[in-house]
C-alpha cells in the first residue's frame, strides 16, 4: 500500500476520478440549481468553488513528487476533505428528489463517515510530522504513544461501523423512499464523539512533543476549525459555513507551515547536496594528488635502481671490446634488450603477470655472469601465476650479486630464485651463498628504513615500499655473516584477488 502511495501514476488516476466527480457535481448544480431556495443555493456555489481550490492545491502537491510520510496523509487528507465537500453540496441538490433516495442514502452515509476518516488521517499526518522533524518527546509522549494509537484506530473503526448499524436503527438519520427528504436521527449529535476522541489523542501527542506552540496551534487549527463548524451548526441548514472553513483551515496550514517545512527541507537537502559536491571535489583532488604522489616516487624509484648496473655493464662492454668483440656484440644486444624492458616498465601497469618480471630477471642475470663467470645460478619456481609490481625482484638479486657473491673471490657463487604457492600468500625467495652481514633487517608494510648503511640498501629500501604501496605485500630479509643471505618477498592473495575482481 505504502509503495502505491508513493507512485505519482496511482495519484493522477485518483486526481482525474476526483476532476470527473467536480464536473459532475456541477452538471447538477447547472440542472437543479433553479429549484433551489437561495440560501441553499449560496452552499452548492461554496462547496464548489472549495472543491476547486482545494483541489490546485493537491494538484501542487502531486507535481512537487514529494514521497515524505507527512506529504502522502496530507493528499489523502486533501482528497477525503474534497470528498466531504463533494458530498455536502450534493446533499443540497438531490435532497427531496423521490427518485434519488437511494443517492441521497449514499451520500448521507458519506457525510457521517468522512469526519471520522478524516479525523483518523489527521492523526496518522501529526505523528508523521513530528517523525519527520524529530522534535524531542516527553517521556510521557514515549508511555501514551501506544494507546493514544490505539484509542485513535478503535474511535476510526467503532465510528464507521456505527454510522453503517444506522441502516438498521434510523438512529441518526432517515431518507424517506417516497419523498425523498432527509430528517435527523434523536442520535445525530453522538457523532461528534467518534471524532473527538481521535482529535484528542492528536492534541496530547502534540503538546507531549517539544514543537514550538505556533507550530503546534497551526496544525491543530486544520481540523478544530471545521470540527468547531460542525459542532456549533449542527442543527442547523443555513449557509454552509463548513465549505469556507474547510477550505480557510487548509490554506492557513498549507501557507504557514507546510510550505515553510518544505522550503526548510528544500534548502537543507539544497546545503547537504552542495557539501557532498565538494567532499566529493576535494576527494577527487586528493586521489589525483595521491595518484600523482605514488606515480612520482615509483618512477623515481625505477630510476634510482638501475645506475648501478648501467654504469658496470658499460665498463664491462668497454673491455670486452679490446679482448672479444663477438661477445662484446653479443652483450650489447642483451644490454639493449634489457634497458627497453626496463624503460617500457616506466609506461606500463605498476603490476605484471610474474613470468614476465621472471623472464626479465634471467636477462639481467646473463649480463652478470659476462662480469662473474663463476656465478651460479639456480631457479626452483613452483608457482609463477600471479602478479608482481614490476623491477621488485632484480633489485633483490643486484643485491645479492654485488653484496653476496660479488665479495667472495673471483664473485663464485650461486644464487637461488624460489616461488611457491601457500594458501594466503605468493612467496618469492632470493638466496645466496655470500658474505652475508651482521644485522638481521627487516622491511615491514611501513616501509621500515635499512638501519644500516641506508644508501648501500636503497634498492631494497625501495622495493619494500613499492611492494608495500601496490600490493601491501612484505619482504623480510635474514643474514649471517659469512654464511649469506635470504630475501623473503610475500605477495598477499587476498589483495591480488580484489584487483583481479
Excluded at 626452483?380 to 665479495?407: C, M
Excluded at 627487516?442 to 634498492?459: F, K, N, V, W
Amino acid at each position: 500500500m505504502n509503495r502505491l502511495l508513493k507512485d505519482r501514476r496511482f495519484w493522477y488516476v485518483h486526481y482525474a476520478i476526483q476532476i470527473a466527480l467536480t464536473l459532475t457535481y456541477f452538471v447538477f448544480a447547472v440542472r437543479y440549481y433553479t429549484q433551489l431556495e437561495v440560501r441553499l443555493a449560496v452552499n452548492v456555489i461554496l462547496n464548489g468553488a472549495a472543491m476547486v481550490l482545494a483541489m490546485v492545491v493537491l494538484q501542487s502537491m502531486i507535481r512537487g513528487n514529494q514521497e515524505r510520510p507527512e506529504d502522502i496523509h496530507l493528499r489523502v487528507l486533501i482528497e477525503e476533505g474534497v470528498l466531504f465537500l463533494l458530498v455536502d453540496g450534493a446533499f443540497f441538490l438531490i435532497d427531496g428528489i423521490p427518485g434519488m433516495w437511494v443517492l441521497n442514502e449514499i451520500v448521507n452515509i458519506l457525510y457521517c463517515i468522512l469526519p471520522i476518516v478524516m479525523s483518523w488521517q489527521f492523526w496518522k499526518f501529526v505523528t508523521a510530522w513530528g517523525e519527520s522533524a524529530q522534535y524531542p518527546r516527553s517521556s510521557f509522549f514515549t508511555k501514551a504513544f501506544g494507546p493514544l494509537s490505539r484509542l485513535a484506530d478503535a474511535a476510526a473503526v467503532g465510528g464507521t461501523l456505527y454510522v453503517l448499524g444506522n441502516q438498521a436503527g434510523g438512529y441518526l438519520f432517515t431518507v424517506s423512499s417516497k419523498t425523498g427528504i432527509y430528517k435527523r436521527g434523536p442520535h445525530i449529535a453522538s457523532l461528534v464523539l467518534f471524532s473527538s476522541l481521535i482529535l484528542l489523542a492528536c492534541v496530547i501527542c502534540l503538546f507531549a512533543t517539544k514543537m514550538p506552540l505556533s507550530e503546534k496551534l497551526i496544525l491543530l487549527a486544520y481540523p478544530l476549525l471545521p470540527y468547531l463548524n460542525n459542532l456549533v451548526t449542527m442543527g442547523e441548514t443555513g449557509p454552509a459555513y463548513l465549505a469556507f472553513m474547510l477550505f480557510c483551515s487548509l490554506m492557513f496550514f498549507y501557507s504557514n507551515l507546510y510550505v515553510k517545512r518544505k522550503e526548510e527541507l528544500e534548502s537543507e537537502h539544497s546545503r547537504f547536496m552542495e557539501e557532498r559536491r565538494k567532499r566529493h571535489v576535494q576527494q577527487e583532488k586528493l586521489a589525483i594528488s595521491e595518484k600523482e604522489l605514488m606515480e612520482s616516487r615509483v618512477n623515481g624509484m625505477l630510476l634510482q635502481i638501475s645506475p648501478h648496473f648501467i654504469y658496470n655493464t658499460l665498463g664491462t662492454i668497454d673491455s670486452l671490446c679490446d679482448e672479444d668483440a663477438a661477445q662484446a656484440q653479443q652483450l650489447i644486444r642483451k644490454f639493449s634488450r634489457y634497458l627497453k624492458n626496463n624503460y617500457q616498465d616506466l609506461t606500463r601497469e605498476p603490476m605484471i603477470p610474474f613470468r614476465e618480471e621472471l623472464e626479465h630477471l634471467k636477462l639481467y642475470l646473463s649480463i652478470e655472469q659476462v662480469r662473474f663467470p663463476n656465478l651460479n645460478i639456480r631457479y626452483e619456481i613452483d608457482a609463477e601465476d600471479f602478479r608482481i609490481p614490476s623491477q621488485s625482484i632484480q633489485p633483490l638479486v643486484e643485491n645479492a650479486v654485488r653484496h653476496g657473491t660479488g665479495k667472495r673471490r673471483r664473485g663464485a657463487g650461486t644464487i637461488t630464485i624460489r616461488s611457491k604457492e601457500e594458501p594466503d600468500a605468493w612467496i618469492i625467495d632470493i638466496e645466496d651463498d655470500g658474505a652475508g652481514f651482521a644485522q638481521e633487517v627487516d622491511t615491514d608494510a611501513a616501509g621500515l628504513q635499512i638501519p644500516d648503511d641506508s644508501r648501500r640498501h636503497i634498492g631494497i629500501s625501495n622495493v619494500s615500499k613499492r611492494i608495500s604501496m601496490l600490493c601491501a605485500g612484505t619482504v623480510h630479509i635474514r643474514s649471517i655473516p659469512g654464511e649469506g643471505t635470504v630475501c623473503t618477498i610475500r605477495i598477499p592473495r587476498d589483495t591480488m584477488e580484489a584487483e583481479e575482481s
